[in-house]
């Protein structure tokens, strides 16, 4: 258990040494004053992590001190000790900051649960914190989040490549953050304060594509009623982002080759050769050589885009990046759904280091959302955390012998799915005593999918 430091101020001694010797028999380091005053400059003197005040005292008394405490450091805890009459009061310091009130006389479980719940959620406090003062410290570009050797070597990468006019090809599996590195090398290229304009070319058309890419004059097909510019000339200058560039139809990749070779296109409809001065830079999850031997993407297309190849890592590679990224994602969140106190619990923080993160970053800023919204008074714990998956595949079970020898050939795949998901799910209820919490840690899932299953499949609790 952490040895935490503990203030108790009061101005009853007997009451001060009855208080501190309870503590200290916990392994806690008690602080003591007798009054207000003298408790303050503790509080200025000592890194505290919690203070435990008598509301009725002479001089300055625990609503006094509570202000004068919150001014030093508003994140510090403070419990106020109070009779019964004096409940009014201590609703008024809870309004003014009190982390809680003890009405006296408290029994001592009573008086330790609150001190152990106040300096856990400081300790939450100060280390998230801690990793935000990290991520503002980190060489972040335009957002992305990591100090792990593979980003460094990407960061390194980026500021090589920023001032020279190559084209730059990023591979990565999806969702983690191509888009966000091109973005950085333009922003610290000598285009910056030129146009960023990024295209996804899987969502289009080959025909809407084309438009869309190079522009096209007034009457060039149906619906053209008016001349519009493409991409590229809205980017002139600039950097122009070609995210899923495998999708990119081969009737268009010889038009894209070109404004690569020799920077000039025409408008579709038009005959007018247009030149243009812009960055291109691409992204695939697929791998472009393999297209290549497909016969789906051109090879002088590839070599023309590929001048440097930058390739992103998935999260379950650089796991270190998780508590940076889940502080990044907490203080999103905490402003936008205006939480204030928003905060990962600590075996929350170890389920999230846990899961597979096949979605990668994107998956993870879903999942921090997600807990931010279902969480109670900012505290995200275990049960709020509900990713796409939620098994260790390093530790799943894989089998060593023919299923062939148990599974009719007959039987379809969702059959069997259902029936082995079905049959765990209740070997496990019964195995726990019904108790769905353990039920669910012993499949390896949060409670709240537990209970979509039990639904999903019917199962009703036993009596």
């Known amino acids: 258990m952490c040895s935490y430091s503990i203030l108790v101020v009061d101005d009853e001694p007997n009451y001060l040494i009855v208080l501190s010797e309870l503590l200290r028999d916990e392994d806690l380091e008690v ?16 890194d505290l992590d919690l203070v435990i005040t008598d509301m009725q005292m002479d001089g300055m008394d625990g609503m006094a001190l509570l202000e004068q405490i919150k001014e030093l450091n508003p994140d ?17 310091a809870m309004q003014a900051g009190a982390f809680g009130y003890l009405a006296k006389p408290f029994a001592n479980d009573e008086l330790l649960v609150n001190i152990y719940r106040a300096a856990r959620h400081y300790s939450l406090i100060r280390e998230n914190k801690r990793l935000r003062h990290q991520l ?8 992305i989040v990591g100090k792990s050797p593979s980003m460094q070597r990407v960061y390194k990468l980026i500021r090589k490549v920023a001032p020279t006019p190559a084209s730059v090809l990023i591979t990565g599996e999806s969702g983690t953050g191509k888009e966000l590195v091109a973005q950085a090398v333009h922003s610290t290229s000598p285009r910056r304060d030129e146009a960023f304009i990024a295209v996804n070319c899987a969502a289009l058309s080959a025909n809407l594509l084309e438009s869309e890419l190079f522009g096209h004059e007034k009457g060039a097909f149906t619906g053209a009623a008016s001349m519009r510019k493409g ?16 999708e990119i139809p081969l009737e268009l990749q010889s038009k894209l080759l070109r404004i690569l070779q020799e920077k000039s296109f025409e408008r579709v409809g038009g005959a007018k050769t247009l ?9 695939s999850n697929k791998d472009l050589k393999e297209e290549v031997a497909a016969g789906h993407f051109r090879e002088d297309l590839f070599y023309r885009l590929n001048v440097i190849h930058l390739n992103l890592p998935p999260l379950r590679e650089r796991l270190d990046d998780l508590p940076l990224l889940v502080a990044f994602f907490i203080e999103k969140y905490r402003k936008i759904l205006q939480l204030e106190n928003l905060v990962v619990g600590e075996e929350a923080m170890k389920l999230l280091l846990r899961l597979p993160w096949d979605g990668n ?11 931010a919204i279902l969480c109670d008074a900012g505290n995200i714990m275990v049960e709020d955390v509900q990713p796409e998956t939620v098994y260790n595949k390093e530790d799943h079970w894989q089998p060593g012998g023919d299923l062939s020898n148990f599974i009719p050939e007959s039987v379809g795949l969702n059959e069997v799915l259902y029936a082995v998901e079905e049959r765990m799910l209740i070997k496990a209820l019964d195995e726990s005593n019904q108790v769905q919490a353990r039920a669910a840690s012993q499949l390896g899932i949060t409670k709240s999918l537990l209970q979509y299953k039990l639904k999903k499949y019917g199962l009703k609790k036993k009596k």
């Open 231 to 246: 991409r590229f000339e809205l980017a002139a200058g600039g950097t122009i982002f070609l995210d899923e560039i495998s």
């Open 136 to 143: 503002q410290s980190e060489d972040c570009f335009s957002g």
């Open 361 to 371: 970053v994107r998956e993870l800023e879903n999942t921090i959302e997600r807990a």
């Open 275 to 283: 030149h243009v001065d812009v960055r291109v830079i691409s992204a």
């Open 31 to 46: 602080f003591t004053a007798g009054s207000g005053k003298a408790g303050l400059d503790i509080c200025r003197e000592v």
């Open 76 to 92: 510090l805890p403070v419990l106020i000790m109070t009779a019964h009459a004096e409940v009014e009061k201590a609703v008024k």
